[in-house]
T-cell receptor, first 114, second 111 residues
Framework: DGGITQSPKYLFRKEGQNVTLSCEQN?????MYWYRQDPGQGLRLIYY???????QKGDIAEGYSVSREKKESFPLTVTSAQKNPTAFYLC?????????????FGDGTRLSIL | RKEVEQDPGPFNVPEGATVAFNCTYS??????FFWYRQDCRKEPKLLMS???SGNEDGRFTAQLNRASQYISLLIRDSKLSDSATYLC????????????FGSGTRLSIRP
């Protein structure tokens, strides 16, 4: 079955440490996205990539970095500059080449500070 | 005006009731509209797309009002299992690849 795989499901970060969240999709979608969700809040866009080797900042990119070297992969690095990283991180993908297509989500990674 | 506005709720209704909520959007150029359901501590899952003529899927009816720039979701004969947060989403104006999400409406169905 096609889908989006996020790993790990739970991640703990120490002070001053960078951590990388993995997102892989086999849906052959061009666009991929990273969102952050805090308890009781909506989704906030961190970064998105419309096509391989290209990405744009979302609304809350500070303290995060991404790469898009392969179509199926869009890893997110939470750097030590992100002072409040505890949140639920969601990866999504979209086939924007076809109209009226919804985003598909992975099942998320929960990041906590140790 | 905000890009999207959604009543956060919570809506607390008895089982079997009909409940409806709206989501307003500011960009008239938006082309695609969706409703997602998100259960506690889970990822959002597509509930249904919203088509111009309105569409129905079982107990769920979605409608689009372009003139007033809102979409709506109606749930009939609500079940306990309908308790969740419902997120609206639509394409942004700058790119078909940018999706804007509402912050969600919490629905709680009581026995």
């Amino acid at each position: 079955d096609g889908g989006i795989t996020q790993s790990p499901k739970y991640l703990f970060r120490k002070e001053g440490q960078n951590v990388t969240l993995s997102c892989e999709q086999n849906l052959n979608h061009d666009a991929m996205y990273w969102y952050r969700q805090d308890p009781g809040q909506g989704l906030r866009l961190i970064y998105y990539s419309q096509i391989v080797n290209d990405f744009q900042k979302g609304d809350i990119a500070e303290g995060y970095s991404v790469s898009r070297e392969k179509k199926e992969s869009f890893p997110l690095t939470v750097t030590s500059a992100q002072k409040n990283p505890t949140a639920f991180y969601l990866c999504a993908s979209l086939n924007w080449r076809v109209s009226n297509q919804p985003q598909h989500f992975g099942d998320g990674t929960r990041l906590s500070i140790l | 005006r905000k890009e999207v506005e959604q009543d956060p709720g919570p809506f607390n209704v008895p089982e079997g009731a009909t409940v409806a909520f709206n989501c307003t959007y500011s960009n008239s150029a938006s082309q695609s509209f969706f409703w997602y359901r998100q259960d506690c501590r889970k990822e959002p899952k597509l509930l249904m797309s919203v088509y111009s003529s309105g569409n129905e899927d079982g107990r769920f009816t979605a409608q689009l009002n372009r003139a007033s720039q809102y979409i709506s979701l109606l749930i009939r004969d609500s079940k306990l299992s309908d308790s969740a947060t419902y997120l609206c989403a639509f394409t942004g104006y700058s790119s078909a690849s940018k999706i804007i999400f509402g912050s969600g409406t919490r629905l709680s169905i009581r026995p």
